[in-house]
């Protein structure tokens, strides 16, 4: 990216600025489905449980006990769960999403990008992916958002299997992994369009890369569950 592409950057921040802006201006917040029942409690208790500096191992109030670090769906070693321990659930709701939407559309913008698309069609197939139906859909379940806001990372990441296998992992420890393997194996299925080198050897060595990548983000995701 370069700054010629800044006014494609901020035409898509102010558009997930107006898209969520009912969650970031209003003193309002989303309370909804897996929001109100996993997101809301789970990240709750991790958060406290470090601020009095305990490691949250267990949920002792979900059935007859659970983990909680261990569980993906905490999401307590995505990245970006970082903001729920700055600030309280209903203030770091709004600026999270807006996080995840702001990562899918530049992963997309830049994937796009990659493939050579003008800024203008990058521009909109970001904008679609970003704010459309997938992920504004599917906002009450922001580890599902989450995940998905890491494919296009993943895709354009796919030739250096170090970061793709840590955006792997990312979008694993997002905590919704059945997205994350439905996404996996359709970048498998669908690496080879966008090889730089369509030839026998150089869809081998594209596969291989992508495999190792994908074992690298694998490994790294199994901590979280060990």
């Known amino acids: 990216m370069t700054r010629r592409d800044l006014p494609q950057a901020l035409l898509l921040l102010a558009a997930l600025l107006v898209l969520l802006g009912p969650a970031l ?11 109100t029942n996993i997101s ?3 990240r709750v208790m991790v958060a406290e ?4 500096g305990e490691l949250p191992l ?4 979900t059935f007859l006990g659970m983990p909680l670090l261990g569980n993906l769906q905490t999401g307590a070693f ?11 659930f209903a203030h770091a709701l709004g600026p999270y999403l807006l996080a995840v939407h702001a990562m899918a559309a530049a992963g997309a913008y830049l994937w796009l ?4 698309l003008g800024r203008w069609p990058a521009l909109g197939g970001a904008a679609l992916f970003a704010a459309g139906g997938l992920m504004v859909g599917h906002m009450q379940y922001p580890n599902l958002t989450s995940t998905v806001a890491m494919t296009p990372w993943m895709f354009l990441l796919a030739d250096r299997p170090l970061l793709q296998g840590l955006a792997s992992a990312a979008a694993l420890a997002a905590g919704y992994p059945p997205v ?3 996404m996996t194996a359709a970048h498998f299925a669908l690496r080879w369009l966008w090889a730089a080198e369509p030839t026998p050897a150089g869809l081998a060595g594209a596969y291989l890369r992508l495999a190792a990548g994908t ?3 694998c490994a790294l995701g199994a901590v979280v569950l060990a």
Do not use: M, Q, V
């Open 25 to 35: 201006w209003t003193g309002r917040t989303y309370f909804l489905h897996d929001i």
């Open 49 to 52: 449980r470090l601020a009095r």
């Open 180 to 182: 994350w393997a439905g």
């Open 78 to 88: 995505f990245p970006l769960s970082a903001i729920f321990h700055l600030f309280p």
């Open 215 to 217: 074992a690298l983000g």
């Open 58 to 61: 267990w949920n002792p109030y």
């Open 40 to 42: 809301h409690p789970w």
């Open 113 to 116: 990008r990659s493939l050579r």
